[in-house]
């Protein structure tokens, strides 16, 4: 059974920072992708940052360049997404996904697993 659990939300103050961690279980992602989105109160859920297991090529979302950045552990199994400078717009729900092979990158429907998701709430 494949579990991805988030760990390292809660709130914090704009401008803060916040580290957040997924630890996989089950399987590797080493032919995919592992990666996060994020779900704010009243809207979908967007792409956030994804890494590919084996080169480590990293994927950010417009809104997050500069500020996150992802990346993963592959003695833990675990992947890891720092976030900088944090704004009250990057308040939502973060979910950790994997992707057992390549496929698009920024597509919900293209990962195979989701976690339950951990709040981040940035205030001002």
């Known amino acids: 059974q494949v579990q991805l659990v988030e760990s390292g939300g809660g709130p914090v103050q704009t401008g803060g920072s916040l580290r957040l961690t997924c630890t996989a279980s089950g399987r590797t992602f080493s032919n995919g992708r592992m990666g996060w989105f994020r779900q704010a109160p009243g809207k979908e859920r967007e792409f956030v940052a994804a890494?590919?297991?084996?080169?480590?090529?990293?994927y950010y979302a417009d809104s997050v360049k500069g500020r996150f950045t992802i990346s993963r552990d592959s003695a833990k199994n675990t992947v890891n997404l720092q976030m900088n400078s944090l704004k009250t717009e990057d308040t939502a729900v973060y979910y950790c996904?994997?992707?057992?092979?390549?496929?698009?990158?920024?597509?919900?429907?293209?990962?195979?697993?989701w976690g339950q998701g951990t709040q981040v709430t940035v205030s001002s």
């Open positions: 890494i590919t297991w084996g080169s480590m090529r990293t």
């Open positions: 996904t994997g992707q057992d092979r390549y496929r698009e990158v920024k597509l919900e429907a293209s990962y195979d697993y």
